[in-house]
Structures are given as C-alpha cells and as structure tokens.
C-alpha cells in the first residue's frame, strides 16, 4: 500500500477551500495534534499531542493538599525538562492559618519535585509570607540562569533562587522560615551617607593634597546583587592657612593638609552579605572601588557602625559610569506584567510611588505661607572709643568712612543719610600687597 504523505509547513489552516484543491502545506481541520517539532524522526509531520498525565502529588506535613488548591501560575523550562508553578490553597486543614502557598518544581527527567518556598504564616496569624491569591494570577515569569522572577499584580515583584534551599515552617503553627524582604526584587541600600574624618599619618604619599574626594558605599547581597550607591559624603578636605601668591594671585594654602580619611559605615542588615566602599573625585564622573569587604570572613555583625582607614596605597577597581545615574532601583510597587529585553527586567502596567504621610500615617499637605517681614535701619554705630580688635578707617565713595575689623568685620561710621535707605551695600577691595602684619598697614 503506498504511503502518501503531505506536508504542513506553512501550518496554515484553510476551511474556506475543499480539500481536493488545498494547496500543498495547508490543512482543512486539525485536533490535538502539534506541528513544527516531533517526538520522532519526522521533523515538521504532523502528530498527535500526548494528553496530560499526573505525574505527583502535592501535599504539606505529609498530607495532600485540599480540593480547593490552585495552580496561579507555571513556567516551562525546556531547556532543563523543568516546569516550575505557584500554588494557592486557602482551605488547608492542616496550617494553622488555613493557608498553605507553594512555589514547586518538577524535572520530567529525572522524576523530582521540588519545593522551593513553602509559605503558611507571615507573623500575624492570617496570611502567609508569599501572600498569594488565586484572583491574581501570576502572568509574568520568567526564569534567567537560576533566579526566577515573577509578579502577579497584587504583591510587589519577587524572585527566588531555584538553586537555594529556603527553610520551611518548622512546624503548621511556626512562622515561615523566611522573610518578605529576602525574595523582593529591590534592595535596599544604605539610607545615609558614610561619616567621615580627615586624618594626618605617616604616609609618605598624599593623594587627597590637591583632590576633592568624596565618599559613599553600597551593599552586595547573596546572589551577588547590588543595592543603589548611597549618598555621597562632604569632601574629605582640611585647607591650611592662607598663603597669598602675589605672583601667581592665588591662595597656596589651599591644600588638603591630611592624607587619610577614616570612613565610618554601616554594616546594613542580614541579609547583607558584603559592602563595597566608594570614592569619586569632585570633578569627576568615575566612581572607584576603594575595598570589597565580606562580612562573614572580617565577622562584622549586622546593624553595627564599623570604621575604616582611606589612603592611596593601591589601584582601585572603576565602576561602570551608568552607577554615578543609578540613584535608586526603578522597581513598582505592583506590577501586571514583566518580561526581559536587553538583559534588563521590564515592568508593565505597574504601580508605582509612595503618598506622602506623617508618623501616624496621615497625608502630609505641603501648604506654606509667607509674611512680609521688614525693619528700618537703626542709628549708624559709633566709633568704638576702645576695642581690642585693630582696625583701619578707609574712606570710600561720598566719603563714608568705614571701619574694617581683621579679618573681614565691617562697621559704617556716621554715614550719610542716603545710606539708611538701601537694604544692602556691595563693594570690592584688591590690597595687592602682602602685608605681614597690621603695622605694616598703618605705616603705609
């Protein structure tokens, strides 16, 4: 018997054609069958698709989850014969809260589930920590190396790694064994700026004599993610006395008289597993790494102030110049929908910003109003008859005599009348002569 075959590559299918004039490629009518790949040798036939088949059984403290579970969301990995889904079941009768939510895996390969989070009870007896809710369906997933990404419109974007062992509730009256914060997209950075104190040491070099360095931080957590560069510090500058340059006209006691800086931070909380310190120079957009500091290796325990020495002793690691940009991490508050493109996670349909309130939770209303407030000017001040601060008398422009008080005092002495009229009075002085000392000023 001969064996005719036809084929469907251009997987059209065309019911307003009989089918002895189809033309070749397109079909009439098809039903549980797949096309464009195969089980077997013949690439691009049409075969039937196998149906679904259970292949386990869910179930919490040895016991299978109620009817009532749900599957809210599933993600296929085929590279790995993995699918990854998101259980709900709100009846349980075995938690203590009645809520058991689930985040399970299953390889088609070597026949093991998986359970990656299992989540019954947040801390406050009524809901779990993952929060999930089976009208809120989980519709972006996606799944990048061995973190997965996923939001569902009702809790803020989460992730896991599928490669990390999270601790279950010990028991169905426990807590979960893991907090709402350790699987949110965003973290945290430094609130605050590192404190700072210009040092004078030993050391022979002097890298911050004529530069203004600047100081920040930021946290690396344990997937080797990092949070958002904290504010940068004042500049580590001490300027020594004036010195003027009558040659060159410039100040040449403005240099930095220290070489070090201690830099005092922040150890950040527990689930920081390390912290980069920063410099950038004033005129500069390159930040530089100055140490990679491990917190379990120096044993820095968390929440706690640590100090350290800055000198130049060493070539920093530069930064990509994106991170001087990076003032915070642009993840919402909710999102719908979430996908990736260029090797960055994008959000879709999402919620974002915060309402402004007090301590008590009420809106804060940003209302002012202003007031015109104004005085006359007083009597003109008399010449001191004694004052242990030495002075020189100028007379200037109509003849107003003022008094200049070293180093930068003025006093108006019996000015004319139109002088009460003004709010305020500009005027320059250029000595370019280095006087050494008030003498020198009245001999001359």
Not at 379 to 396: C, Q, R
Request: hydrophobic share 35%.
């Amino acid at each position: 018997m001969a064996n005719i075959q036809r084929n469907f590559v251009a997987g059209k299918m065309n019911k307003s054609l009989d089918e002895r004039v189809l033309p070749n490629g397109q079909y009439v009518d098809a039903l549980n069958v797949r096309l464009g790949s195969t089980e077997q040798s013949e690439v691009g036939a049409v075969e039937n698709t196998k149906g679904n088949e259970q292949v386990t059984t869910l179930r919490y403290e040895g016991s299978p989850l109620s009817s009532f579970a749900k599957c809210i969301g599933a993600l296929e990995d085929g590279a790995n014969e993995t699918i990854y889904w998101f259980v709900h079941d709100p009846l349980n009768t075995v938690s203590s809260t009645g809520i058991v939510d689930m985040v399970v895996s299953y390889n088609t390969k070597t026949n093991v589930l998986t359970y990656h989070l299992v989540s019954i009870n947040s801390g406050d007896g009524t809901t779990s920590t993952l929060n999930f809710n089976d009208i809120y369906l989980i519709t972006g997933v996606n799944l990048i190396e061995n973190l997965l990404y996923w939001t569902d419109n009702y809790n803020p974007p989460r992730f896991i790694n599928v490669n990390r062992s999270y601790n279950p509730p010990a028991n169905p009256s426990s807590t979960d064994g893991f907090s709402a914060e350790s699987i949110l997209v965003i973290k945290k950075p430094p609130l605050n700026s590192p404190e700072i104190n210009p040092l004078v040491t030993f050391s022979q070099d002097n890298f911050l004599e004529e530069n203004l360095i600047c100081f920040a931080y930021r946290y690396r957590y344990e997937d080797d993610e990092y949070s958002a560069i904290s504010q940068f510090s004042n500049p580590s500058f001490v300027p020594g006395s004036f010195r003027f340059n009558q040659d060159s006209m410039l100040n040449e006691g403005m240099v930095n008289v220290t070489n070090s800086c201690e830099i005092t931070y922040n150890s950040g909380g527990p689930l920081v597993k390390g912290i980069d310190l920063l410099f950038k120079e004033s005129n500069g957009l390159n930040v530089k790494v100055i140490e990679k500091l491990d917190k379990s290796e120096l044993g820095l325990a968390n929440d706690t102030e640590y100090t350290y020495i800055f000198n130049n002793n060493k070539i920093f690691t530069v930064l990509p110049s994106s991170e001087i940009l990076r003032l915070y991490d642009n993840v919402p508050k909710l999102a719908q929908t979430q996908t990736f493109m260029g090797n960055r996670l994008v959000y879709g349909n999402y919620v974002d910003g915060y309402d402004l309130g007090d301590g008590n939770g009420y809106e804060v209303k940003l209302e002012y109003y202003t007031d015109l407030i104004s005085s006359e000017l007083g009597s003109p001040l008399p010449y001191p008859a004694s004052t242990s601060n030495p002075g020189i008398v100028l007379t200037f422009y109509k003849g107003w005599n003022i008094l200049v008080l070293l180093p930068v005092t003025l006093r108006f002495l019996q000015p004319p009348q139109e002088i009460q009229k003004l709010l305020l009075h500009i005027f320059y002085l250029k000595i370019l002569i280095v006087y050494t000392s008030f003498q020198s000023v009245m001999i001359l």
